[in-house]
């Protein structure tokens, strides 16, 4: 066995030559670059729009992946948005019609997830008539929505407005003599025509050319209707949505800076402290030494966790004050000990001795001498802490005790599990921020290894 | 009076120490804000207006006469508890009600039972998370034991590196983490186990029913407790273990022909035990506070989902009884492994 390399260039060196160390800087590498890359892509203002539900009200709620229609091109679809119109007017004495017109092709094999209609409507006093017909590719013609818009924006949800739910009930009854009590319009609306067309798991898909009429009768000049339909699928984006609509890729990349600036910082102040204070604590004396196992003993009773979360509780701390109390509860820790240990082997050596005979003084011995001695270790304590800390933070974040303002994984995977994913199986909410936090403390792990591996004779390959 | 006992009646005087101190320091951090006289205040008022309103002669009392009744009963009632004192003295008087497991009154949990004292909610729910850790704990530690020193003994094979690698991984991992992709895949989609729950509703009447009934939830959550903490202790166990066997009185002991099951047994493990129990020490310390989200996230009615309760209700009272209890455990852990460490190490027999 040859000697531990000492000196931080050659454990460097050495940690890139073995294929753990390399998976290992690689998958950190990976994780910085989306870290740095996050603001250009998803701008911080889109992230601080994640609690804002409003603002996500354009996607499909709780879809998974877009690239699964290509996988399973039987169970998923994407989202058809119908905004170009054509329009043609005929003026009737003081009453105007506009006839808007749009159509789009289905070929889904599954049925939409949902349907939103969304009205914009200007006018002057009364309000415009506006009826909303369905043509389908054999034939039929639904009218899916009647009635008056108010000024703004008006936003139907088919599936679940009454109104439009009573239209599909009375062609439904027209058609087949029964009256359901439930209805699914985006099931009936896209069915072939039989008696089973509400049923989503007996009905077929009708696929095919879809028209969309709408008419608007208006009463003054000033009206004017603009429409669109939203047909949505149940797949949409890289890691689809969640059940607030919200595009998961967002607070998945936005967690990657958040995790890596928590979990580091945390880990590096952590660290350098624990390992300065055991250090210290055996250099400088067997008073001294019992003063930090005291402390290091209190440290250990004291319920960390618990406490963080009745801070967290009481205070409603941002992540940056959670940073602070996680130093504070972290002074004295396991580096305390290995700092310890090391010290008790150099202060053997003779170079110590040297410096200490030619009238150096205990602190200098302590810092230009012994610490130096111990970066490689403390580089493979940083690399093995940091994922406790980013898993301390998503820890918190799972309970909902986060910082509020910001998306991170364990805030996503807490959504996932208080909306029941876990149960009825929307993997994708939970699969991907899980995959990235395994992916961070792969990397950490990977790397805390083979640096262990080069600097630890025990662990090294000859 | 022996060495060791000596020795034990130091470390637990210092630990006990450790103790009121871990456990005024949680005090102090709960009152910073002011928020648990508050509290407390608001508790007295609470009982007084329920108490004065079973009363028939209240009732007939003019608006002022019985805000002034109140006034009265409360003010006394502040100055019994010294909630009027200087916050040192206050603290004080926490400090010795949290330390006797005076635990006060939740703001809106209950037990079972119906009791609304944070000590009985407590209490009623200690066994639970007892039964799901210790199991756990000794499961992992009696696997990790025996795979630590497989691996010491063929330290640096194939599989003692990627032992290495899984217990480093794991060690880093949250249980509860490992519990909702093991939720996913055994309950959602194979369908092995319940998702959570410590029986089924409503339970089976007859007691091997509900043993077995209790066995069945019981897997899943101790199948991911185990799978996330026993790296750990094949990993401490095989540096350990590696570290004596490379002391000169095990070679001797090898040169002169011994089996090396009883090289491994007498010679090593004798020795290599101290610091594994020390090593212990972290694990279950860890235990218990990893306890509280494992708990939650399988819905196991212990303490760490009664923890998850009170942050939602935000019933301070129960979280700092929860604090105070779960520093408690760790305190009695500690010195349980202590001791062990005592008897185990000949060297504080001799010394003390």
Same mark, same amino acid.
């Given at each position: 066995m040859s000697a531990p390399p000492t000196g931080l260039k050659q454990v460097f060196r050495e940690v890139l030559r073995s294929k753990t160390g390399i998976i290992g800087v690689v998958l950190l590498l990976f994780i910085t670059s989306l870290a740095l890359l996050t603001p250009f892509i998803a701008p911080f203002d889109i992230a601080k729009k994640w609690n804002d539900i409003q603002w996500w009200s354009d996607n499909p709620v709780l879809a998974a992946p877009s690239w699964m229609t290509i996988i399973m091109p039987d169970k998923y679809s994407t989202t058809i948005i119908l905004d170009e119109f054509s329009s043609t007017t005929t003026q009737q004495g003081d009453i105007r019609i506009t006839t808007h017109t749009s159509s789009f092709r289905y070929s889904f094999r599954n049925f939409p997830s949902e349907i939103k209609l969304v009205l914009d409507a200007d006018y002057e006093v009364q309000k415009p008539q506006i009826r909303i017909t369905l043509s389908r590719p054999d034939g039929e013609n639904i009218v899916i929505f009647q009635g008056l818009p108010n000024k703004g924006e008006n936003i139907v949800n088919l599936s679940l407005d009454p109104q439009s739910q009573d239209l599909i009930v009375s062609y439904l009854f027209s058609n087949f003599g029964v009256a359901p009590s439930a209805v699914y319009p985006e099931v009936v609306l896209f069915a072939v025509k039989d008696a089973n067309m509400n049923d989503r798991m007996k009905a077929s898909v009708l696929r095919g050319i879809y028209r969309l009429t709408i008419d608007v009768i208006a009463f003054d000049d000033r009206t004017e209707v603009r429409p669109r339909l939203y047909v949505y699928g149940n797949a949409f984006g890289l890691f689809g949505t969640d059940a607030f609509r919200r595009d998961l890729i967002v607070g998945i990349m936005w967690g990657a800076p958040i995790a890596l600036a928590f979990g580091t910082i945390a880990a590096v102040v952590t660290v350098l402290l624990q390992v300065i204070i055991g250090a210290a604590g055996t250099w400088f004396g067997t008073r001294s030494d019992e003063l930090v196992q005291r402390v290091a003993d209190f440290f250990l009773i004291i319920p960390v966790l618990p406490i963080l979360i009745l801070v967290n509780i009481i205070y409603g701390i941002n992540i940056w004050a959670l940073l602070g109390w996680v130093i504070l509860f972290s002074l004295v820790g396991v580096s305390s000990k290995v700092a310890r240990s090391m010290v008790l082997q150099i202060r053997e050596e003779q170079y110590i001795e040297a410096a200490i005979s030619y009238g150096a003084s205990k602190k200098r011995v302590l810092f230009l001498y012994m610490l130096p001695r111990m970066l490689p270790y403390m580089f493979a304590l940083i690399a093995l802490s940091a994922p406790i800390y980013i898993f301390l933070e998503a820890t918190l974040s799972f309970l909902d005790l986060g910082d509020p303002n910001i998306p991170s994984w364990g805030k996503i995977l807490g959504d996932a599990y208080e909306e029941g994913a876990l149960y009825l199986g929307y993997w994708w909410w939970v699969i991907f921020p899980a995959l990235m936090i395994i992916l961070v403390s792969l990397g950490f792990t990977l790397f805390a290894y083979s640096f262990d591996k080069v600097v630890n004779p025990r662990l090294r390959e000859e | 009076m022996s060495n060791?006992?000596?020795?034990?009646?130091?470390?637990?005087?210092?630990?006990?120490?450790?103790?009121?101190?871990? +456990?005024?320091?949680?005090?102090?951090?709960?009152?910073?804000?002011?928020?648990?006289?508050?509290?407390?205040?608001?508790?007295?008022?609470?009982?007084?207006?329920?108490?004065?309103?079973?009363?028939?002669?209240?009732?007939?009392?003019?608006?002022?006469?019985?805000?002034?009744?109140?006034?009265?009963?409360?003010?006394?009632?502040?100055?019994?508890?010294?909630?009027?004192?200087?916050?040192?003295?206050?603290?004080?008087?926490?400090?010795?009600?949290?330390?006797?497991?005076?635990?006060?009154?939740?703001?809106?949990?209950?037990?079972?039972?119906?009791?609304?004292?944070?000590?009985?909610? +407590?209490?009623?729910?200690?066994?639970?998370?007892?039964?799901?850790?210790?199991?756990?704990?000794?499961?992992?530690?009696?696997?990790?034991?025996?795979?630590?020193?497989?691996?010491?003994?063929?330290?640096?094979?194939?599989?003692?590196?990627?032992? +290495?690698?899984?217990?480093?991984?794991?060690?880093?991992q949250p249980a509860w983490f490992f519990g909702i992709l093991f939720i996913l895949l055994f309950s959602f989609y194979l369908r092995i186990f319940p998702p959570g729950g410590m029986v089924s509703a409503p339970p089976p009447a007859d007691p091997l029913g509900y043993?077995?009934?209790?066995?069945?939830?019981?897997?899943?959550?101790?199948?991911?407790?185990?799978?996330?903490?026993?790296?750990?202790?094949?990993?401490?166990?095989?540096? +350990?273990?590696?570290?004596?066997?490379?002391?000169?009185?095990?070679?001797?002991?090898?040169?002169?022909?011994?089996?090396?099951?009883?090289?491994?047994?007498?010679?090593?493990?004798?020795?290599?035990?101290?610091?594994?129990?020390?090593?212990?020490?972290?694990?279950?310390?860890?235990?218990?506070?990893?306890?509280?989200?494992?708990?939650?996230?399988?819905?196991?009615?212990?303490?760490?989902?009664?923890?998850?309760?009170?942050?939602?209700?935000?019933?301070?009272?129960?979280?700092?009884?929860?604090?105070v209890v779960l520093a408690y455990l760790i305190f009695l852990t500690v010195i349980l492994l202590d001791i062990i460490y005592a008897i185990l190490d000949p060297r504080i027999k001799i010394s003390g």
């Open positions: - | 060791l006992t000596r020795y034990m009646i130091k470390r637990i005087a210092i630990l006990s120490l450790t103790l009121v101190l871990a +456990i005024y320091a949680t005090v102090v951090i709960a009152n910073m804000g002011g928020y648990v006289d508050k509290l407390l205040k608001d508790q007295i008022k609470f009982e007084i207006v329920q108490k004065l309103n079973r009363d028939p002669m209240f009732a007939v009392l003019s608006n002022e006469e019985k805000e002034r009744l109140i006034a009265v009963q409360f003010n006394a009632r502040i100055k019994a508890a010294g909630l009027d004192q200087p916050f040192p003295i206050r603290s004080m008087i926490q400090l010795t009600n949290a330390l006797t497991l005076n635990l006060g009154r939740a703001s809106f949990l209950k037990s079972a039972s119906g009791s609304s004292m944070v000590s009985e909610i +407590i209490l009623e729910r200690l066994p639970r998370t007892i039964l799901l850790f210790t199991t756990g704990t000794v499961l992992a530690s009696l696997l990790g034991l025996y795979l630590g020193l497989q691996q010491a003994k063929k330290a640096l094979s194939k599989f003692d590196r990627s032992m +290495i690698l899984f217990s480093i991984f794991t060690y880093v043993a077995l009934d209790l066995l069945y939830h019981l897997a899943l959550p101790l199948i991911t407790w185990v799978f996330a903490t026993f790296g750990y202790w094949s990993y401490t166990t095989r540096n +350990i273990v590696l570290q004596t066997m490379s002391e000169d009185f095990v070679t001797a002991a090898k040169a002169r022909g011994l089996p090396s099951n009883r090289v491994l047994f007498r010679y090593v493990l004798r020795p290599a035990s101290p610091p594994i129990v020390t090593g212990m020490v972290f694990a279950l310390v860890f235990s218990w506070t990893g306890a509280i989200i494992t708990e939650a996230v399988f819905n196991w009615p212990g303490l760490g989902l009664l923890f998850l309760l009170a942050i939602e209700v935000l019933d301070a009272p129960v979280l700092i009884g929860l604090t």
